[in-house]
């Protein structure tokens, strides 16, 4: 490693012992702001009581630093061991390219795109030719947002995880890392396609099933062969050269309406989260009140078995023989049940005024209550 040689060079030249250590990025960014006002012009390092600790580089969210006795340090040799640090960083990320595949160093190029973009704020914009082009964007993609659930310590490795994911889908994939832990994927279209001229009925509602298992044979994969859980977003496919930015963003925020509104699921469909989105946009004040006003003082009564049967119930259609058999209860069981419910909060779940309330109560409940 370059920095253990130049850590070796210092030592010999200062007759002192140089420390090589990671602390937060919290940590060092605090001293910085809290000796910015000093008037010794040092522009790559700070002082920690005795200590000088100079920046090394940026490693996640902790920064290497070398640390130095201060009272052994004249000013010029700490100006001087700046700037030895500062000329041997370019060679560092020269050697680090070198290990980089021309694969993932077109994937880091999209990503620090669609990060600049996030910075600037921007919602909608399309991808330079030259990015679209050499990764093949103009072509319709399958957009998959997937965010792992492993520690922060876990490193994942861009080279295994697309290889584990291409063994899956059978074909190649692009694999874009976003954030920490956040992993955009684009397959092909024709994982859907495929056999498309045998299908009949409702050409979409066939997509969206086809997308369903397909997310969900991915997620039983990630979670069985991966470091860890994970959450998956889906959404149809798009022309990634026009709309990626725009995709990125919207299955972000799928994931954010699942695991808000559906602790405990994992796979979250753009499709199926389309009130949650519209409930997610109302005041907290006016959330409150329209629970108040529903459920009337009455939600305690939103235990865990009944807030299963009322999801599944919904989840249904509200047939109550279909419940029941997915609840593995007899028929009448489910009835007491919503006969109890209806006793207790004089709302009966299977008219249909009363069954729009007490969705959204219930799903308002899950963000609100339970906070």
């Known amino acids: 490693m370059i920095w253990e040689q130049?850590?070796?060079?210092?030592?010999?030249?200062?007759?002192?012992?140089?420390?090589?250590?990671?602390?937060?990025?919290?940590?060092?960014?605090?001293?910085v702001e809290d000796q910015r006002k000093q008037p010794e012009g040092f522009t790559r390092s700070?002082?920690?009581?005795?200590?000088?600790?100079?920046?090394?580089?940026?490693e996640n969210k902790e920064i290497r630093v070398f640390q130095i006795n201060g009272s052994q340090l004249s000013v010029s040799e700490r100006k001087l061991v700046e700037l030895t640090i500062e000329s041997k960083q370019p060679q560092e990320k020269k050697q680090k390219q070198a290990f980089v595949s021309e694969d993932e160093r077109k994937s880091q190029q999209l990503r620090?795109?669609?990060?600049?973009?996030?910075?600037?704020?921007?919602?909608?914009?399309?991808?330079?030719?030259?990015?679209?082009?050499?990764?093949?964007?103009?072509?319709?993609?399958?957009?998959?947002?997937?965010?792992?659930?492993?520690?922060?310590?876990?490193?994942?490795?861009?080279?295994?995880?697309?290889?584990?994911?291409?063994?899956?889908?059978?074909?190649d994939i692009i694999l874009i890392p976003l954030l920490e832990k956040e992993w955009m994927i684009l397959a092909p279209e024709g994982l859907i396609t495929s056999g498309s001229e045998e299908r009949e009925g409702d050409e979409e509602e066939s997509v969206e099933q086809t997308l369903d298992a397909l997310g969900s044979g991915l997620y039983e994969m990630l979670a069985n062969e991966w470091v860890g859980e994970c959450h998956l977003a889906i959404d149809f496919p798009v022309k990634p050269a026009k709309s990626l930015l725009a995709t990125v963003l919207k299955l972000r925020e799928t994931i954010m309406l699942g695991r808000s509104?559906?602790?405990?699921?994992?796979?979250?469909?753009?499709?199926?989260?389309?009130?949650?989105?519209?409930?997610?946009?109302?005041?907290?004040?006016?959330?409150?009140?329209?629970?108040?006003?529903?459920?009337?003082?009455?939600?305690?009564?939103?235990?865990?078995?009944?807030?299963?049967?009322?999801?599944?119930?919904?989840s249904l259609d509200c047939n109550v023989s279909e419940t029941a058999k997915k609840l593995y209860i007899h028929r009448n069981t489910l009835l007491y049940r919503l006969d109890k419910f209806k006793n207790e909060t004089g709302l009966d779940v299977r008219t249909f005024n009363h069954a729009v309330l007490v969705r959204l109560?219930?799903?308002?409940?899950?963000?609100?209550?339970?906070?």
């Open 261 to 314: 509104f559906h602790v405990g699921s994992f796979i979250h469909l753009r499709w199926e989260l389309r009130l949650e989105k519209l409930l997610h946009l109302i005041e907290e004040e006016d959330k409150a009140d329209f629970l108040d006003q529903v459920l009337r003082g009455t939600d305690h009564v939103l235990d865990s078995e009944t807030v299963t049967t009322l999801d599944h119930f919904f």
């Open 361 to 371: 109560a219930l799903l308002l409940y899950k963000v609100t209550k339970r906070k």
């Open 112 to 171: 620090e795109w669609l990060l600049l973009q996030m910075e600037r704020g921007t919602s909608h914009a399309e991808l330079p030719d030259a990015l679209a082009s050499q990764s093949s964007l103009y072509s319709t993609k399958i957009p998959l947002l997937l965010y792992g659930d492993y520690p922060a310590n876990q490193r994942v490795s861009y080279t295994e995880l697309k290889k584990l994911l291409e063994s899956f889908f059978e074909a």
């Open 6 to 31: 130049v850590k070796e060079r210092l030592e010999a030249v200062l007759q002192s012992r140089v420390q090589m250590s990671l602390i937060p990025e919290s940590d060092w960014y605090q001293l």
């Open 46 to 58: 700070v002082n920690l009581g005795d200590e000088v600790l100079f920046f090394v580089s940026q």
